[in-house]
């Protein structure tokens, strides 16, 4: 059978190499670790949910490519493996097990995480400590031990998968906080791990859906509601983002470390998503004595084409 695996690349781009995927029996982890693996990658997938992992890699070795260019390559690339990036011991254990079964880790990518959405003012302590915990600390766990176990001696390529949070990240600012934290973090890995001949970087994703990405939200619309943020108009897949990191990781971004690349449709520098209402405007404090600007309401804008057919029909209407 052929594969249904689809990539820009070289078939052989990264055969005899070993990654390891968190959260890769999932979403976007699950194309990335397709992707690699297509590529002739042997690929561990590291997360919390043993039997998830177990049919990702039975279906995903399925799938694959049995022969590049006539040479037969091994039936099974993908391999799962139990851990909670929230453990530093089940995350070195992870690190021992690639290093002892596969012989290496050329790759680090660094994608299981998550968060639920909530006001700041009303997420528990808990709470917040689920999420830092999760997606910096657990990040953290994945490239100490990375390195200690692998890299430190023989270099690697690590992605950190993050979110937009640019702008802030309000409804989820735990997450933006963690993934602000992470994205720092990479640029200082950058700098700290060059003469091991490491290269790590970000990927920020915009609104990239995925059955189960959308399940983690009680509103099924949860991500058509962005659509409006978005230039291009369409919510994002996981293959888009796996196209990325596969590129960050090979050897055409031999000379980018410590960068975040958005993969997003636009998002990033467009709107944001955070709405608004209308209210009494800040206190004037100090400047009270001064007559205020008048204020008009403040009222969600059309389209641009809108606005720019009004502004022309306004100035022929002054000539
Ligand atoms: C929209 C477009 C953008 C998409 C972005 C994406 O990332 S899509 C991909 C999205 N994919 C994912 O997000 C996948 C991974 N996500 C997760 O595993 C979870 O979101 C996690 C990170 C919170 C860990 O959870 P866990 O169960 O392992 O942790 P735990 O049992 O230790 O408890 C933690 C504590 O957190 C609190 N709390 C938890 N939920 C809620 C809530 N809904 N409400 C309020 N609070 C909540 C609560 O305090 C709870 O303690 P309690 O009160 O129960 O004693
Ligand atoms: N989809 C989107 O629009 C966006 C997603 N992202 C980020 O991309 C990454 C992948 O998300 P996506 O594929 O969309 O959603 P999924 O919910 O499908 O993936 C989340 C993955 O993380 C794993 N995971 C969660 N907690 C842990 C943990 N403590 N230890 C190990 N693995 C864990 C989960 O596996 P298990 O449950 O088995 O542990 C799961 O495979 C996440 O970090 C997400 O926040 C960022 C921006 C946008």
Redesign the pocket.
Known sequence: MASLVRTAFRKDLFLGKVAIV??????????ITKELAELGCRVVI?????E??ESAAAEINHTLSKDVGGAALPPLRVFPFQ????SEEQVEALMKYAVEKHGRIDYLV??????FMSPVSEISAKGWHAVI???LT?TFYCLKHAYHAWMKDHGGSIVN????MVKGFPGMAH?GAA?AGVENLTKSMALEWSPSKIRINCI?????????????YPDPET?NRSLHIIPARR??C?EE?SGAVCFLLSPAAAYITGCTIPVDGGQGIYRSPWVIQDHEGFPVELHSEVALPPKGEATEPGPSEFLFKALAELYKSKL
């Open positions: 968190t959260g890769g029996g999932t979403g976007i982890g699950r194309a590291a997360s919390r949910k043993r998830t992992l851990c909670n990036i929230r660094n994608n299981g995480g998550g968060q915990d999760t997606n657990g998968i993050i979110v937009d997450t993934r920020a994703p915009g609104v990239i859906y995925s059955e189960t990405a959308a399940a983690n991500f919510l994002g996981p983002v």
